[in-house]
């Protein structure tokens, strides 16, 4: 397979993931984040030529251009076992947050929420790096440095959208301070990316922690929502908003618009993400190898039987995994301190919780085939166990597979361009 050589390439064949670490390893004055819209995606602007040295590095550290997620003994000393479709563990947990505010606010079962606020309270770290809504447009997202509690409290809940969580990566290693970083496994995979590249990376990043990712929508996804809720302005509302949430306050909860006299809009979370309306999505997700977070410290899950939610409960569950020492470490200090309320549990019970994790990664080793088919460039995945985790379908799961891949480069879905 061709593998793109320049970050304008990375884009132009929808390999962007719009994390944002391009604009921080190439300066701000050089590389920007900004919006393609429609249909509402984050996609990097070039502002001034990049040097040899600036897109090798970007090559490098592009989680969208290269995932390399090898089981290291460095990281992982000897007591990690790997799962051919959800990647190393040392132990799993059932469970979730202990404070009744934060497992019923925040979103699966409070889990991400709760370790932050330990790792703060504790001061294991100085900030937690993740991401929060945008104060004065609240659809959108940014990314955030939390030093408080009420700082994480106001980044809890889902962000199903857009966000270059990553932009500003870069600048909190100058801070030579300990931190966390908290955000979607390929946000965390860009991190792990950058640890070949900057050796501070390893000196000053404690823990990183991600949720399982089934992909999140475009911008319009939301407007749209505001259309069908009756939201004042419908698609072109967004002015009026003073509060977006996409679930929390129960599990899954409500996707949930407020304007800006307080008046609610809700919609139910089954209904905006399996409702027969439609939604669009980046094509690098769905050639998505990592899903779960295994480059992680500890990745978290909903914990719903079948994989998907059947009604509304109270605060929910989630499975915590952790994948390193250090992670596992921070897991039993959590348990111990009471901070997570956990029964011990084990890898396979993803295979019933997440088993569209599984599928997909037992179908990327055949959509990746149809890439190199049609002879476009694709992306780097390096021991990711691909030819295990196809081994666990069959062969008619990977002509469909490759099927699908091949259709929607014919349509054109991976062509992209820079914002």
Known sequence: MKHPSSLKEIVENGLCLGCGLCQSVAGPDRVEMDWVDPPGRLRPRILRPLDEATEKAILASCPGALLDEPLDPKRHGHEAREDPSFGPWIRAWKGHASDPEVHRMASSGGALTALGLYLIETGEVDFIYHVTADEERPMRSRSHVSTTREDVLAGAGSRYGPVAPLDRFVEQLDKGKPFAVIGKPCDISGVHNMRKIDPRVDELLKYTMAFSCGTFADLQCSRWMLERVGFPGGQEGEENLSLYRYRGYGCPGPTRAVDKEGKVYDEKYLSFWYGNHGWTHQFRCKICADPTGEATDISVADAWPGGGPTEE???????????????????????????????????????????????????????????????????????????????????????????????????????????
């Not at 956990?342 to 990327?364: F, M, N, R, S």
């Open 313 to 419: 409960e109270w605060g929910g569950y989630s499975m915590f995994i952790s994948r390193t020492p250090r992670g596992d470490a921070l897991m039993q200090a959590a348990i111990d301190a009471a901070v997570v309320t956990v029964e011990v549990d084990d890898i396979k019970t993803l295979y019933d919780v997440q088993p569209h994790q599984a599928v997909k990664k037992q179908g990327i080793n055949a959509r990746l085939k149809a890439i190199e088919d049609s002879g476009s460039p694709g992306p780097v995945f390096h021991n990711m166990r691909l030819d295990q985790a196809q081994a666990q379908n069959d062969q008619e799961f990977f002509d469909s597979n490759h099927e699908g891949t091949r259709v929607r480069i014919e349509k054109g879905v991976n062509r992209e361009r820079l914002a």
